[in-house]
C-alpha cells in the first residue's frame, strides 16, 4: 500500500553527478506519493541539472539545488536533505539518478516509519538467494567484509549490505544527527548508519532489488579498499568512547576495560619474556608461560563477554517519537 501524501511529507533526494541519461527515467517514476523531489546537481561536468529542471517545468514537485562544487554523493545528500527539511518534509527517501533503485519500491521503505516501526529504512540486494547467485563472487565477498566492518563501527550486528544507498529517514532523526559531520563521499552510508547508532536510533532492513544497466559506478573499488577500513575504526574508536564511556558505563564496559587490560598485559608480558629468553639464550619457564597465557585467555573470554553484550545493544524502540514528543514540549514552552 502506497504512503498517503497527504498525511505525511515524503521527500525524494536525488544525487545528481553524471546521471544525465538515466534521470528523467528515474523522475518519471516517483508516484504521487511523493510531495517532493529534491534533484541536487554536485557541479555535474554533464549538466544533470538541466535534465531535472526540464521535468521541473512540467512537474512542481521538483525542486532543484546546484552545488558549486563538487563534494561527493555525502555532500550532496546532506544538501539534499537540509533543502527537504526546510520544505517541511517528515520522510527523507534517498534514490540515485543512476537508475539502479526503482522508485517504485520506496512506499516499501516508507511504510515502517509511517508506522513508527523505524527510524531508518534500507534497502538489501542480498537478502534473496536468486539475487546472490547472480552475483560475481569478488562483489560477494567484498560486501561481506565490507558489512563485518560496518556491524564493528555501527554496532548494527543485524544488519547487511552497509553501502546500499537505497534509504528512508524520518525527518526528527535527521534533525537530531550532525549532518555536517557525515562523510562527503561514498562512506557516506556506512558513516550514517554510524551516527544513527550513537542515537541509538532503530534501523530496519528491507529486501530490494538493484536494477542494473549500462550504467558506470563512479566508485573506486581500490580507493574503497583503501580508505574504508580505516574510517570504519575510526568510527568503532568513537562509538566505543561515547557508548561505553562518556554517555554510559554499564557491564559492557567492564568487560571491555578488564578484557583489554588482561589480554595487553599478557601479551606484552609474553613477548618481554620471549626478548629476554633470546637474548639470553634461556628459554622461559612453564610458569612464565602459563603467565603470560593465562591473562591472555582471560582477557580472551571478557572480549567476547564485550561482544555478546553489544550485539544484544542492538536499538529496537524507535527514536522519533520521542523527538518528536520534545518538540512538542519546546514548542509550548
Known sequence: ????????????????YRVRAHLAGVLERVGPWARTIVCVDDACPEESGKVAEEKAAIDERIVVVHRA???GVGAAMVTGYLEA??????????????????PRLAPALVQP?????ADYVKGNRFFSPQTVAGMPWVRLLGNAGLSFMSKLSSGYWDLFDPTNGFTALHGDVARALPL??????????SDLLFRLGVLRAKVV??????VYGEEQSNLSVTNALLTFPWLHLRNLTKRIG???????????????????????????????????GALEGDPATAGTVMLAALPVLL????????????????????????????QVLSARE
Open 69 to 71: 562544487e563538487n563534494g
Open 180 to 189: 555536517d559531520r557525515v562523510h562527503p563521499r561514498y562512506f557516506f552510508e
Open 85 to 102: 527539511l526546510d520544505r517541511g518534509a517528515t520522510v527523507l527517501v534517498k534514490v540515485d539518478g543512476d537508475g539502479q533503485m526503482d
Open 299 to 326: 582477557g580472551f573470554q571478557f572480549l567476547v563477554s564485550f561482544l555478546n553484550h553489544d550485539i544484544a545493544s542492538v536499538p529496537t524502540v524507535p527514536l522519533h517519537p520521542r523527538l518528536s514528543r520534545v
Open 1 to 16: 500500500m502506497a504512503p498517503n501524501p497527504d498525511s505525511a511529507h515524503i521527500a525524494v533526494v536525488i544525487p545528481c
Open 242 to 276: 561515547y557508548n561505553y564511556v562518556l554517555r554510559n558505563v554499564s557491564v559492557g564496559s567492564l568487560y571491555l576495560g578488564v578484557g583489554g587490560a588482561l589480554t595487553g598485559f599478557g601479551m606484552a608480558f609474553g613477548a618481554l619474556m620471549w626478548a629476554r
Open 205 to 210: 532492513e528491507l529486501p530490494l532489488a538493484a
Open 113 to 117: 516509519i509511517l508506522d513508527g516501526e
